[in-house]
């Protein structure tokens, strides 16, 4: 079956230092692929889109990466910082819906 | 526009008993989509509409689950005869046309969710 899979143990940082989320797809090609943050109790925001024709994508303190050699997605956070802090959720969609990973937990220690 | 709103954000019911919500989308967005999540799981995709048409609907979703987009704005989602394993995160999205077809870098937006407990 399709699938998006995500490192289920969460990842303990230091502030100021680069967080790398890793993502990746099975049994299907995604379109695009596309990284929210979810805090608890809340729906997931929008951070970043990349298309499969796009190697890299960067937004401010952030940059995902989309190899479809590896069938993978990197998702970096540089620089970072206590607020930094929560569940960062990967989806693969195509045109019509999007297949969810389960999320991996992000602390980053002051 | 304050983005996706949801209502109630919290509902307690009995087991048995029927539950309806309520998702205003994004004005400008045409597609809404319904999501379940339980703790440390993904969103669980339910149903998405495009305008006022049910365009799919998860095979995972009995038919005690029903929603309606009736004039292509705000959405209803309902149980009926709810049961303890319904007990979730019932989170409501809208977007405008799927990334892959237009040009931008653009999501879902979710709403905060309805949180729903069945006792």
Same mark, same amino acid.
């Given at each position: 079956s399709q699938k998006i899979e995500q490192n289920s143990e969460a990842l303990n940082i230091q502030e100021g230092?680069?967080?790398t989320l890793t993502c990746n797809y099975t049994n299907y090609s995604p379109a695009y692929l596309q990284w929210y943050r979810q805090d608890p109790g809340r729906g997931p925001v929008f951070l970043l889109l990349i298309r499969e024709n796009e190697k890299e994508k960067r937004k401010?303190?952030?940059?995902v990466t989309f190899d479809t050699t590896l069938k993978q997605s990197l998702f970096h956070i540089t620089a970072s910082q206590p607020a930094d802090s929560a569940t960062?959720?990967?989806a693969g969609g195509n045109n019509r819906k999007l297949i969810w990973g389960l999320g991996t937990s992000l602390a980053v220690n002051p | 526009d304050t983005g996706v709103s949801q209502d109630p954000r919290h509902k307690i019911t009995k087991r048995g008993q029927n539950v309806t =919500?309520?998702?205003d989308p994004i004005s400008e967005h045409?597609?809404?989509?319904?999501?379940?999540?339980t703790l440390g799981q993904g969103p669980?995709?339910?149903t998405y509409f495009q305008n006022e048409a049910q365009l799919e609907k998860s095979r995972l979703l009995s038919d005690? =689950?029903?929603?309606?987009? *009736?004039k292509g704005s705000f959405s209803t989602l309902e149980i009926q005869r709810t049961e303890q394993g319904d007990s979730a995160m019932y989170l409501c999205a809208s977007s405008?046309? *799927? *990334?892959s077809q237009g040009a931008g870098n653009y999501g879902y937006t979710f709403g905060s969710g309805t949180r729903l407990t069945v006792v």
């Open positions: 230092k680069t967080a401010e303190r952030l940059k960062y959720l990967c | =919500f309520r998702c045409n597609r809404l989509y319904w999501y379940r999540q669980e995709f339910l005690r =689950f029903s929603a309606e987009r *009736p405008l046309v *799927p *990334p």
